[in-house]
């Protein structure tokens, strides 16, 4: 069975600051998902990452995917509150479902 | 815009009254599923389809049934809501397997 796991699950950080949650997965995957959560709202799809070495960026944020390792990696550079949200790691089963971490709720403070 | 549209946004129902939630989408995905997302969990995929294809979760309890009477639009129907179906749901769509879903605003359900 799939296990996706995420750290921190909570992170306090400044404004300005950089900071990485890390995604850990358990089995072969090579398709892995970054989604954004605003609270009472719906998910919205920031990367996906296919390959092995697999790097995007968007504004302040940086995902990376190494297959080898089962490690996926978002980097928020210079942070604002704007930032504020729960992002989700979901990894791609090679079958018809997505398995999500549990999510890290990140909290930008002024 | 291609988007993926669900109706109500919020629904407040009593305890074992029946209630149907809706999800169409203008982006002729295959795929379509749906999620139960409990506060501060990740979601829980339910069941989905590809085209009429239904495909269930093991887990997803049989007070939970889906219909998809055509490309464009997905059910969900709660036959008896208990206090523990209280949660938002979400309808994704996919244009295929492996490929990124795309996700509805959600319907919060509140059970009395």
């Known amino acids: 069975e799939l296990k996706v796991e995420q750290n921190p699950l909570f992170l306090s950080m400044q404004e300005g600051k950089n900071y990485t949650i890390y995604c850990n997965y358990s089995t072969t995957s090579d398709r892995l998902y970054w989604y954004r959560q605003d609270p009472g709202k719906s998910l919205e799809s920031l990367f996906v990452?296919?390959?092995?070495?697999a790097v995007k960026q968007e504004g302040r944020l940086m995902a990376s995917l190494d297959t080898k390792a089962r490690l996926s990696t978002l980097h928020i550079t210079a942070a604002v509150h704007d930032l504020s949200a729960t992002y989700f790691c979901a990894v791609d089963m090679r079958s018809e479902k997505l398995v999500f971490g549990k999510g890290t709720k990140l909290t930008v403070n002024p | 815009d291609a988007m993926v549209i669900q109706n109500p946004r919020y629904q407040v129902t009593q305890f074992g009254k029946p209630v149907t939630l809706s999800c169409s989408q203008t982006l002729n995905h295959n795929v379509m599923y749906w999620y139960q997302q409990k506060s501060s969990q990740a979601p829980k995929l339910l069941f989905h389809y590809y085209d009429k294809d239904f495909n269930n979760e093991a887990d997803t309890p049989d007070n939970f049934q889906s219909r998809r009477p055509n490309t464009s639009f997905c059910f969900l129907d709660i036959r008896s809501p208990g206090l523990g179906d209280a949660a938002m749901y979400l309808c994704?769509?996919?244009?295929?397997?492996?490929?990124?879903?795309?996700f509805g605003p959600g319907t919060r359900l509140l059970v009395l």
């Open positions: 990452l296919l390959s092995n070495g």
């Open positions: 994704a769509t996919s244009r295929d397997y492996q490929e990124t879903q795309y």
